[in-house]
């Protein structure tokens, strides 16, 4: 069975209908631009997608997992992230997008392109939608997380957009312990902006993760992530701390994980609250 | 700061004690001593294939009767195995299930 059916009812219909209405009245107008292509796109790939094939999960949407795809697997990933609450600007909201196709090149090794990375901001001068960058990652398995062993992984990723570069290189660790498993992800990453890409500036980021695993199909945990920006690449500026849990399901072709972060430091130019969706399925 | 390093040492000691030998015990360790590469290569399988998707889980903690009607073929299918890895870890599943009967 798969996403577009459900309990032996063809879900297709309804999910159209759905995708049109929110697209079209639901909305207010001003919204229309974040929504407009955003519904219909996504429903088109899930109609498109097999029934009963495997799917790669994600059990925390805001750190990666040793976990490679098999050789020849295709998946496709609809991220959503949302960020609010900003102390030094109460009308600040933003909405990322991002298409992402998945392949496994290998049964170690797989890539990924980020067909299109875009926003929508609102701040109190301003509201926005426009196109970020796009992207291609990959990711090398070092070593498969298993009972026996410790999984390693290395994660490069080059970004490319309107007045904006970025390279991110990640180690990737995961420890599996029967149904606990114990995530650590390490983030290094320069940011070149500007016209000339002349503001340029690095972070270093620290990612923790624990998650438990009731049942193969679902996955719950908590996780801490730890930023640390330097602007110009020269001195060090706040660090800012965010947790919060996450949930992730796991079905026939499709999955889902979800996760609020609250930032826990007192950074009034960092949001509150952000809340990040995936949704991945397997072609 | 000294209140979390002791309560990571906690943790890391109460994870430490977890014996995840018994999540998919190694061939040398079950009572079977025929087709021994054939359970390798089960076992090899049930740690590497299973675990693309979500954790190896404990093999024990299903019956016979569930692998065999509820999980395993549905799991063969999804994961597209050959018909030789099907057999090897269908075999490996057999003889885990098998041994912690004699165990028991």
């Known amino acids: 069975m798969g996403l577009t059916s459900f309990m032996g009812v063809d879900m297709i219909p309804l999910l159209l209908i759905l995708s049109l209405s929110i697209n079209k009245s639901w909305r207010p107008q001003r919204r229309q631009s974040v929504f407009q292509y955003f519904f219909p796109i996504f429903f088109l790939v899930l109609v498109a997608i097999p029934k009963d094939a495997a799917a790669s999960s994600r059990s925390t949407p805001w750190l990666y997992q040793p976990r490679t795809m098999t050789k020849g697997e295709v998946e496709y990933e609809q991220w959503v992230t949302w960020k609010t609450n900003k102390k030094s600007d109460s009308r600040f909201e933003e909405f990322r997008f991002r298409h992402e196709i998945e392949w496994g090149v290998t049964d170690a090794f797989q890539l990924a392109f980020y067909v299109a990375d875009w926003r929508h901001k609102r701040t109190s001068t301003e509201e926005h939608t426009y196109f970020h960058d796009i992207a291609v990652e990959a990711i090398y398995q070092l070593q498969a997380p298993n009972p026996d062993q410790l999984g390693m992984a290395l994660y490069g990723e080059v970004k490319y957009g309107s007045e904006f570069f970025e390279l991110e290189g990640k180690l990737l660790f995961e420890k599996e312990l029967d149904q606990i498993n114990l995530l650590y992800n390490f983030t290094i990453e320069a940011e070149w902006e500007g016209q000339d890409f002349d503001e340029d500036k690095g972070k270093i980021e620290n990612a923790f993760a624990i998650t438990y695993q009731p049942t193969p199909a679902l996955t719950i945990g908590a996780q801490a992530i730890w930023e640390i920006e330097f602007p110009d690449w020269s001195e060090q500026a706040d660090d800012v701390v965010s947790i919060g849990p996450s949930i992730s399901y796991l079905s026939d072709g499709w999955w889902i994980s979800v996760a609020p972060l609250f930032q826990v430091t007192n950074i009034d130019t960092e949001p509150d609250l952000q809340i990040r969706l995936l949704i991945g399925v397997d072609f | ?104």
């Open chain 2, 1 to 104: 700061m000294c209140k979390i390093l002791i309560t990571l040492a906690l943790f890391f000691m109460f994870v430490g004690c977890m014996d995840v030998t018994k999540v998919a015990p190694k061939v040398n360790t079950l009572k079977t001593r025929t087709n021994i590469a054939m359970l390798e290569l089960g076992r090899d399988v049930y740690i590497n294939r299973c675990t693309k998707c979500h954790n190896a889980v404990r093999i024990t903690r299903y019956s016979q009767k569930q692998w065999d009607n509820e999980i395993m073929e549905e799991m063969i299918f999804k994961s597209k195995l050959t018909h030789e890895q099907s057999i090897a870890v269908t075999a490996y599943v057999r003889a885990v299930l098998e041994n912690s009967l004699i165990e028991n």
